[in-house]
């Protein structure tokens, strides 16, 4: 194993996963609270075409932990072993000139499990993590053994009209040095996809013409070491990155000529990483941007600051510009909410944000794992748990360290005097450290208007995606139910919700994974250009099991009348 290799990972690339799915450890200790029971709603659909356009195929048959792969026959099929499918996610997805265009993200539960520590398995019969062993990390030996279960990524398109689906990767040495595509956008036939490097502080930016497929162009953005998602907003693309001390957003000047990377420009300069971007109209009806953030985190731990929401000024004409770097501000934190302060500087990060009938609305993201774990046990505050001296103490403080993504509102946001900010589902109390080894129900100061966190599925940590389709809000999750144990079966699946105004609650479109119960996460809700319907990008991690893998899905209102689309796999 290369160290220097491996230190650099654990500091860069390990801040990048902080939002990925799945730290598959968890089956082995997962939260009572997570495995209660809770009434599984009854979904009541308007999109009742639920057609599978294409998805993963296996990609390497496997005999064994840590032995080398058997030749996949041509026909996908393993004649010693069994069929393997690492491409795990879509974690990127963009819409232009009547294609989609996304990107992946290989055996992603095995990398955050890598990074934590986990040790090489095959769970149940359907996944299996390697690290260290597998023939990829023994091949490479510059792979640190966390990362022995990575695999390039790899860049599609499918086309709308005709339902081909093409592989459009290159394994430049640029791709080798990527993690996976965690974001992508579009604009003037343009398709960008870009992910951070593995083994160095970049990010890497990859460009095509969108109706040809053609190659125009890649560059790794030094300086940065997280980009996540692309907007396009008043015909200005704009994406959300971080660095080491502060988060960014850029935006994209246009031409292709020399470096690519040079086109991109700093408008917004936070102190967290900047995660989604929308529209948000403010009250005197001005466009804005408005950005949820994640914490910047350091071989130390981080601070968590500037984790929430923030807004840009008023966007000018031709879009921001350098000149308005520093007039952003945060209009709401974790702090705010959660009565722990080691939770709500550790166990937040900002999820999807989107604008709906004239409301901001916004979730958060929550891991099993998160730093607020750890940090419990080592500070020194009076507060803090200490660590656990039997098994005892140590459920009792994952329970009280534990959190399911709470969904919020606001307007008005640009005025202090005239800020509106309402809790949707959340709770009015949260486990608070009160002495070493006590958690104590505290107070939030918030009293949620339709239901408890996580829509009512504890099981629900991230609001993952949202969109605005045909005069309705859907909200996506990743639902972590599926990592919890058999007690959880009830609610496998990643959750689909929808609102139909903003009077009225959340009605549950769909509960268990829109086909596949083993899809616990929604990566991408996207919008088609001509109105017919929502791309669903799903994630599925679980590779030795049949269907397992990423998912790209058409949803749809309407009759079976409706023109369907070819499915590829």
């Not at 309402?422 to 100061?445: D, R, V």
């Not at 590779?543 to 899905?553: D, H, I, V």
Request: aromatic share 10%.
């Amino acid at each position: 194993m290369n160290t220097m290799f491996s230190t650099r990972f654990s500091t860069s690339v390990a801040r990048a996963l902080a939002a990925i799915a799945g730290a598959t450890a968890l089956w082995a200790n997962p939260s009572p609270q997570a495995h209660a029971a809770v009434p599984v709603p009854t979904p009541q659909p308007i999109m009742t075409i639920n057609q599978l356009l294409a998805q993963a195929i296996p990609d390497e048959c496997f005999n064994g932990l840590g032995v080398d792969y058997p030749a996949m026959n041509s026909d996908g099929t393993c004649s010693q072993g069994q069929p393997k499918t690492n491409q795990s996610y879509i974690w990127g997805l963009t819409e232009e000139s009547g294609k989609l265009w996304f990107g992946t993200l290989a055996n992603a539960g095995c990398i955050l499990d890598g990074v934590g520590g986990g040790q090489p398995t095959n769970r149940d019969g359907i996944l299996a993590c390697e690290f260290g062993q597998s023939q990829y990390a023994r091949t490479f030996p510059s792979i640190p053994d966390s990362l022995g279960d990575w695999r390039p990524p790899r860049v599609y398109s499918y086309d709308l009209a005709t339902g081909e689906l093409v592989d459009h990767t290159v394994l430049t040495p640029l791709l080798k040095n990527t993690l996976g595509f965690r974001g992508a956008g579009s604009i003037d036939n343009i398709a960008f996809l870009g992910g951070p490097s593995l083994n160095h502080s970049s990010v890497n930016i990859f460009a095509f013409q969108a109706d040809t497929g053609q190659s125009m162009g890649s560059c790794a953005l030094t300086g940065y070491d997280y980009i996540r998602g692309w907007q396009t907003v008043d015909g200005v693309l704009y994406v959300g990155v971080g660095t080491a001390d502060h988060g960014a957003v850029l935006r994209w000047n246009g031409g292709l000529g020399g470096n690519l990377c040079s086109s991109f420009t700093e408008v917004g300069k936070l102190t967290a990483d900047v995660a989604n971007i929308t529209l948000y109209v403010d009250g005197q009806g001005k466009d804005r941007l408005a950005v949820s953030t994640v914490p910047i985190r350091t071989p130390s731990g981080g601070s968590g600051a500037g984790t929430g929401v923030w807004i840009s000024p008023v966007i000018p004409a031709g879009g921001l510009t350098n000149a308005n770097l520093n007039s952003w501000r945060q209009i709401w934190s974790p702090s705010q909410y959660d009565p722990d302060p080691i939770v709500a500087r550790f166990g937040y990060a900002g999820g999807a944000v989107q604008y709906y009938d004239g409301w901001l609305y916004w979730g958060t993201i929550h891991l099993q794992s998160s730093k607020a774990f750890s940090v419990h046990q080592t500070c020194t505050l009076p507060t803090c748990f200490g660590v656990p001296a039997n098994p005892q103490e140590l459920q009792a403080l994952r329970d009280g360290v534990y959190r399911s993504t709470s969904f919020w509102r606001g307007r008005n946001l640009e005025n202090p005097n005239t800020r509106e900010v309402q809790l949707l589902y959340g709770e009015s109390e949260l486990p608070a450290g009160t002495a070493p080894k006590t958690f104590t129900m505290t107070p939030t100061g918030w009293t949620p208007l339709y239901g408890p966190s996580g829509f009512g599925n504890r099981g629900n940590e991230y609001t993952w995606q949202m969109t605005v389709f045909n005069g309705h809000l859907f909200v996506g999750t990743y639902d972590a139910s599926v990592l919890q144990g058999a007690g959880a079966a009830a609610q496998y699946g990643a959750d689909l919700w929808r609102f139909d105004s903003s009077d009225a609650p959340a009605v549950n479109e769909n509960y268990s994974g829109l086909g596949d119960t083993y899809n616990y996460g929604i990566r991408a809700l996207y919008p088609l250009d001509d109105g017919s319907g929502v791309i669903a990008g799903m994630t599925n991690p679980f590779n030795l099991r049949s269907g397992g893998g990423w998912e790209l899905r058409l949803l749809q209102e309407g009759s079976p009348a409706v023109k369907q689309r070819k499915t590829r796999r």
